[in-house]
């Protein structure tokens, strides 16, 4: 009988989430632990990914939190030895780890003549090398590094899955945020260059791009306080086809369907985006 490859098994899996202490991944982890993976969260932090840990294992799932730096080569060597020893070999790794920085950031979309001339503005000009040289580091080696550690798994177990997190950004670069869309852009490349680097050892590397979510640490960023939209928000939503922000739900599936090597066996080097539409529509 052919397996049923419409349904994600991760059963006996161990999938290590890097970044976990975040809301999204946070979430994806206990979406790993739901389709019966072993999870490990890392995160340079660990008050978050406690409680992560400990509402997987209400819900009887297996996960177990671990504190590291994802730029530290050292500090992600000691949490693969770790959960190594603790889980198991290392099946599943979600790269998740990432951001931006507001001294990588921009105060307007466009440069205007006299706007140098100003001192009450960031402008391009103004952005700190410091803070651009974080939003790369995070993002790059924040992706890298990881999958030096665990990777190295995979190969002595005879193969795995690697998903990094890529963005609406490495498509077309959003306005304000040149370090972060140039990082991203990066993930997105690197995951090819992964994918190909692995194909003979059974390991696989996609990443998925979400588009633009809303939940409940993000709404007074998008929204004003009588609920309308800010102008930056209204320019997402016309910019999403669909005409919404995504739910942090909908990202399961893609991650699931890259995950199942029954449906997608023969899937390695894509970035799957997960935005409504934002990626294929021009506006126009």
């Not at 297996?62 to 770790?82: C, R």
């Not at 009450?120 to 790369?136: Q, S, W």
């Not at 669909?242 to 997608?264: I, K, P, Q, V, Y």
Request: hydrophobic share 40%; charged share 20%; with cysteine.
């Amino acid at each position: 009988m052919e397996r049923n490859v419409l349904t994600t098994d991760l059963t006996g899996k161990v999938a290590v989430v890097t970044g976990a202490g975040g809301v999204l991944c946070g979430y994806l982890s206990k979406v790993l632990a739901r389709a019966g993976a072993k999870v490990a969260l890392v995160n340079r932090s660990d008050a978050a990914i406690n409680q992560y840990a400990a509402e997987i294992i209400a819900e009887g799932g297996i996960a177990k939190a671990y504190k590291g730096n994802v730029l530290s080569k050292e500090d992600m060597e000691k949490v693969a030895a770790q959960v190594l020893e603790d889980l198991g070999p290392c099946d599943i790794l979600l790269n998740g780890a990432g951001g931006n920085n507001p001294r990588a950031t921009t105060d307007k979309e466009f440069y205007e003549p006299g706007d140098l001339e100003r001192d009450d503005i960031k402008t391009f000009f103004d952005l700190d090398d410091d803070g651009v040289n974080m939003v790369f580091d995070l993002n790059v080696n924040g992706t890298m590094i990881p999958t030096q550690a665990f990777a190295k798994h995979m190969i002595a177990s005879g193969g795995g899955n690697i998903i990094n997190i890529s963005s609406m950004n490495a498509f077309v670069p959003l306005t304000k945020i040149p370090a972060y869309s140039g990082a991203k852009a990066a993930v997105s490349n690197f995951t090819q260059w992964l994918a190909v680097h692995f194909s003979k050892c059974n390991i696989r590397v996609n990443a998925i791009a979400p588009g633009f979510f809303s939940s409940k640490q993000n709404q007074s960023l998008l929204f004003n306080e009588d609920g309308t939209p800010t102008a930056r928000t209204q320019k997402i939503l016309d910019g999403t086809p669909m005409g919404r922000f995504g739910r942090t739900e909908e990202l399961a599936g893609g991650l699931l369907f890259l995950l199942n090597d029954a449906a997608a066996g023969f899937i390695t080097g894509i970035v799957l985006p997960i935005d409504g539409g934002f990626s294929a529509y021009s506006g126009v």
